[in-house]
């Protein structure tokens, strides 16, 4: 049975897209942490579009979690025609003031997780021909971002990676895509410690969802959701790294004082 798997599907970007396929009357599988949430989501979108939604309540993070997901679709007989990488966290602050142990665990889900379900999955792909990743990065992997430092790092990989199989794997009808979404209205800035921004700075879930739909019909290797932020990454192209970096830290390190 085909279906299309999303990761960090309980909540935000990922809960946004499983709501948007099913709508789309296609089957979904949603992967997150928590069973009660992903439970009552799929409840929900089986009785609302009449599609089979299924879950797996798996931590990405843990190093066995991959296989596990993999080979639970194969024993439940899932084609998975398109793949959302979205699971991922970020964390604030002087990197020497970090919890060792949540960076690395950071690493290992923003990167490690997604390289591994990647991997899997776009085998299949690449024998049926058919078949769609979308890696969720951010605009903050166009840059070195200072008291982000870690997460920004990880976006830039998955950026990075994603536009590398987009070109691989072209000559097999199989697209991936890198969306980078800026600031979101999510619980990432709850799981990340952080303040959230103006409302003017944010964007929906739903108008990234959107965006990333319609550019992977197009068939970007990425895309950048919102004028703004696509206007800001053009900007710091023409600015030297070191520049970038300078003013990303005053900006964040005002954040992180909570000067006016």
């Not at 279906?3 to 992967?31: C, D, H, P, W, Y």
């Not at 604030?92 to 970090?98: A, C, I, R, V």
């Not at 969306?179 to 410690?193: H, I, S, Y």
Request: overall charge neutral; some cysteine; aromatic content about 6%.
């Amino acid at each position: 049975m085909k279906t299309n798997l999303i990761t960090g599907a309980s909540s935000g970007i990922g809960e946004v897209f499983a709501r948007k396929i099913a709508a789309q009357n296609e089957n979904v599988l949603l992967v997150a942490r928590s069973e009660d949430k992903l439970k009552r989501l799929c409840e929900e979108l089986s009785e609302r579009h009449n599609v089979d939604a299924q879950y797996i309540a798996a931590d990405l993070s843990e190093r066995n979690a991959g296989a596990r997901v993999f080979d639970e679709t194969v024993r439940r007989k899932l084609d998975v025609e398109m793949l959302v990488n979205n699971a991922g966290f970020g964390s604030m602050g002087d990197f020497l003031e970090q919890d060792l142990e949540r960076e690395l665990n950071m690493i290992d889900l923003n990167v490690r997780a997604l390289v591994d379900l990647t991997y899997r999955f776009l085998a299949p792909m690449r024998e049926r021909k058919s078949g769609a990743i979308i890696n969720v990065a951010s605009t903050a992997g166009f840059q070195p971002v200072p008291f982000m430092a870690t997460y920004a790092a990880t976006k830039a990989f998955v950026l990075n990676f994603s536009i590398a199989l987009w070109e691989e794997n072209r000559q097999h009808n199989v697209h991936v895509m890198a969306l980078c979404p800026g600031v979101t209205d999510t619980n990432f800035f709850e799981a990340a410690q952080i303040d959230r921004p103006p409302s003017r700075a944010v964007q929906t879930p739903e108008a990234v969802v959107e965006t990333a739909l319609s550019a992977l019909k197009r068939g970007r290797s990425h895309v950048v959701s919102g004028w703004p932020n696509f206007l800001m990454v053009e900007a710091e192209r023409l600015v030297p790294r070191s520049i970038v970096a300078r003013a990303a830290g005053a900006m964040m390190r005002k954040n992180k004082n909570g000067d006016k």
